[in-house]
Nanobody, 119 residues
Framework: QVQVVESGGGLVQDGGSLRLSCVAS????????MGWYRQAPGKQRELVAA???????NYADSVKGRFTISRANAKNTVDLQMNSLKPEDTAVYYC?????????????WGQGTQVTVSS
């Protein structure tokens, strides 16, 4: 079963740090773009950061300079290091990946992990 699973959310104070991790598993042949999205209550899901297989990155303006996305291709993982967190970063964070198996090519979402930043 092909899937992506996140971990690492939690509660942190304003200015604190958290690291989110995501691992893709299953009968995978390759993984293309990977990224992190977030959805706050009453708001649309938005891109936080994305990374290509070659390591090129893209960040939302609101997180530039504070968040860093990285991936380990050999481990099928993508991480999001979040520093200088603000209350407005509070949201459910979702891992997203383009996964290629022997029988399928599809975009996958994780189940989400809650990040809460208290003021």
């Amino acid at each position: 079963q092909v899937q992506v699973v996140e971990s690492g959310g939690g509660l942190v104070q304003d200015g604190g740090s958290l690291r989110l991790s995501c691992v893709a598993s299953g009968n995978l042949v390759s993984i293309q773009n990977m990224g992190w999205y977030r959805q706050a209550p009453g708001k649309q899901r938005e891109l936080v950061a994305a990374i290509t297989t070659g390591g090129s990155t893209n960040y939302a303006d609101s997180v530039k300079g504070r968040f860093t996305i990285s991936r380990a291709n050999a481990k099928n993982t993508v991480d999001l290091q979040m520093n200088s967190l603000k209350p407005e970063d509070t949201a459910v964070y979702y891992c997203n990946a383009d996964l290629f198996s022997l029988t399928n090519a599809k975009n996958y979402w994780g189940q989400g992990t809650q990040v809460t930043v208290s003021s």
